[in-house]
C-alpha cells in the first residue's frame, strides 16, 4: 500500500475535524470532543505535525512530535492546540473567527531511520533529522518543494535552524535521519 494510501478520505476528514474541533473547544473553553468513538486505526500509536496556514498560504503555525509515545487522535489533539496556541514563532490564535481563517494541515510521521550519507536524502519523499554536537533540527518533506530548495540548500538551511553555521550538515560529525509523511489538508479533503 502506498504511504499516502495508509488513511481514506474519511479517515483524513476526522482527523482534520479532530484538530479543529480540539482547537476551538480550547478557545471557548470547554472539554474537548469524546474521541472513543473514532476508528480504531486512528488510535494507533503514531506521531504527526499539526501545522497551521493563512488564507494566503503563510504559516501560522507548526508543532509536533517525531517519536511516535501516544494514540495518534491525541497526538493530532495536542499538536493541534500547542500550533494555535504554544508556537514561539507567532502569538496565539486569539479568536473563533481568526482560527475560521485558517487551514489545517496534518503530516503523520512514519519512525525515523538512520541514514548514513546526507545524498540519501531525497527532497520533496524524505522529512530530515539533523543532529551535531547536542544541536538538532527537522524539516517536514513538502518543507523543501514548498521553498523551492534543493539537497544542500535544504540542509544548509536545516543547519542554520539548529543554530549552527550554513555548512554545518556537511561536518563528518553531523548525523541524519530520514521520515516519511502522509500529508492531508482540509483544502485537500472535501468537506
Known sequence: MENNELYNADEKRQLL????????????????????????????IASCFVTLHTKSGALRGCIGNIGAYEPLTENVTHNAANSAFNDPRFPPVASLEELARLEIEISVLTAPKEIALPEEFIVGEHGVILSNSGRSAVFLPQVAPEQGWSRDTTLAHLSMKAGMASDAWREPETKFSVFKAIVFSEKDIKK
Open 17 to 44: 475535524l479532530l484538530a479543529r474541533s480540539s482547537m476551538e473547544a480550547k478557545l471557548k473553553n470547554e472539554p474537548m470532543q469524546d474521541i472513543s468513538n473514532l476508528p480504531e486505526k486512528l488510535n494507533e
